[in-house]
């Protein structure tokens, strides 16, 4: 288990040594291409260093890599923006957003699908600004006012993912917990539920309420969030909250066992129609 700085480059230098082999060059060959030394390449192929963004689109050029969605995906593992070198929206919040934070945005942001399973709280792409700011406030207890505002800020700005073209493909399973904690008062509550039940309405939104007559489940050891890249899995990754940081989890034998486990939940989970039935009845006694 690594941060996800570390993540990311190891992510990052693997993907290029793909594409080396694949574009039929060693490393030696690439490097002269490129006008280093070899051993350049061999740092940001295992992920020992850091590399910047001008290096990668050096090497996607010299491995005639002209997908632009995977130069794009390639060059926000570098810790970038696009291709074109604009900085993404929240580079904005560099000085507030804890670096861990910023990295799960930049994957959220290039994900194609993302599984996630809640059993506290309603996922951060559903979130009203009412609910956002109650959770946020109760995660940064004694935060000021403007920092709050930042914060809710930057999460609903992360729901324009669900809005892009094509949209990411969110898919979720909420524990009933998730649905009976009262966040924010009844009023706040309430208005949040009907949101769930507007989202759960939206083609590219799945969810599954696992109730509490599922009785114990794989997922009691806490939620987790696992991302999903359409232009190689090598990229998929699973992520873990915990009070101060987050960890990444990037090991095939990690990967599948989450992915299993994400399978179980939604097997014994409500379907999405009688979850979507579940939430607004929830609604209609909040």
């Not at 009412?130 to 992360?158: C, K, P, Q």
């Not at 590219?204 to 309420?209: C, I, K, P």
């Given at each position: 288990?690594?941060h996800?700085?570390?993540?990311?480059?190891?992510?990052?230098?693997?993907?290029?040594?793909?594409?080396r082999t694949?574009?039929?060059?060693?490393?030696g060959?690439?490097?002269?291409?490129?006008g280093?030394?070899?051993?350049?390449?061999?740092?940001?192929?295992?992920?020992?260093?850091?590399v910047?963004p001008?290096?990668v689109r050096?090497?996607l050029?010299v491995?005639?890599v002209?997908d632009?969605?995977?130069r794009?995906l390639?060059?926000?593992?570098?810790?970038?923006?696009?291709?074109?070198g604009?900085?993404?929206?929240?580079?904005a919040?560099r000085?507030v957003?804890p670096?861990?934070?910023r990295d799960?945005?930049?994957?959220?942001s290039?994900?194609?699908?993302m599984?996630?399973?809640?059993?506290?709280v309603?996922?951060g792409?559903?979130?009203t600004?009412?609910?956002?700011?109650?959770?946020t406030?109760?995660?940064?207890e004694g935060?000021s006012?403007?920092r709050?505002d930042?914060?809710?800020?930057?999460?609903l700005?992360?729901?324009?993912v669900?809005?892009t073209d094509?949209?990411?493909?969110l898919?979720?399973?909420l524990?009933?917990?998730?649905?009976?904690?009262e966040v924010?008062?009844p009023?706040?509550m309430?208005r949040?539920?009907?949101r769930?039940?507007?989202a759960a309405?939206?083609?590219?939104?799945r969810?599954?309420v696992?109730?509490?007559?599922?009785g114990?489940?794989?997922?009691v050891?806490g939620p987790?969030?696992?991302f999903?890249?359409?232009?190689?899995?090598?990229?998929d990754?699973?992520?873990?909250?915990h009070?101060?940081?987050?960890?990444?989890l990037?090991?095939?034998e990690?990967?599948?066992?989450?992915m299993?486990?994400f399978?179980?939940l939604?097997?014994h989970?409500?379907?999405?129609?009688d979850?979507l039935d579940?939430i607004?009845?929830?609604a209609a006694?909040?």
């Amino acid at each position: 288990m690594q941060h996800g700085p570390a993540v990311r480059r190891r992510k990052l230098g693997a993907e290029l040594r793909a594409l080396r082999t694949s574009a039929g060059l060693t490393s030696g060959e690439a490097a002269r291409l490129a006008g280093w030394h070899q051993s350049k390449v061999s740092r940001i192929e295992t992920g020992t260093s850091g590399v910047k963004p001008a290096d990668v689109r050096l090497l996607l050029d010299v491995y005639g890599v002209a997908d632009p969605q995977l130069r794009e995906l390639l060059l926000v593992l570098s810790g970038t923006g696009d291709d074109g070198g604009r900085h993404h929206w929240w580079h904005a919040y560099r000085g507030v957003l804890p670096p861990t934070y910023r990295d799960f945005i930049s994957l959220e942001s290039q994900a194609s699908a993302m599984r996630t399973l809640e059993t506290t709280v309603i996922p951060g792409l559903l979130q009203t600004p009412e609910y956002a700011r109650a959770v946020t406030a109760a995660a940064t207890e004694g935060a000021s006012e403007e920092r709050l505002d930042t914060l809710v800020e930057v999460r609903l700005a992360r729901q324009d993912v669900l809005r892009t073209d094509p949209p990411l493909e969110l898919s979720a399973v909420l524990d009933e917990a998730v649905l009976r904690r009262e966040v924010g008062g009844p009023g706040v509550m309430a208005r949040q539920l009907d949101r769930l039940v507007e989202a759960a309405r939206l083609p590219q939104v799945r969810l599954r309420v696992l109730p509490f007559s599922a009785g114990a489940h794989i997922g009691v050891t806490g939620p987790f969030v696992i991302f999903s890249f359409s232009r190689t899995s090598d990229l998929d990754v699973v992520v873990l909250d915990h009070l101060t940081s987050s960890l990444y989890l990037e090991g095939k034998e990690d990967l599948r066992a989450y992915m299993e486990a994400f399978d179980t939940l939604s097997l014994h989970a409500l379907s999405p129609e009688d979850s979507l039935d579940f939430i607004a009845g929830a609604a209609a006694g909040a």
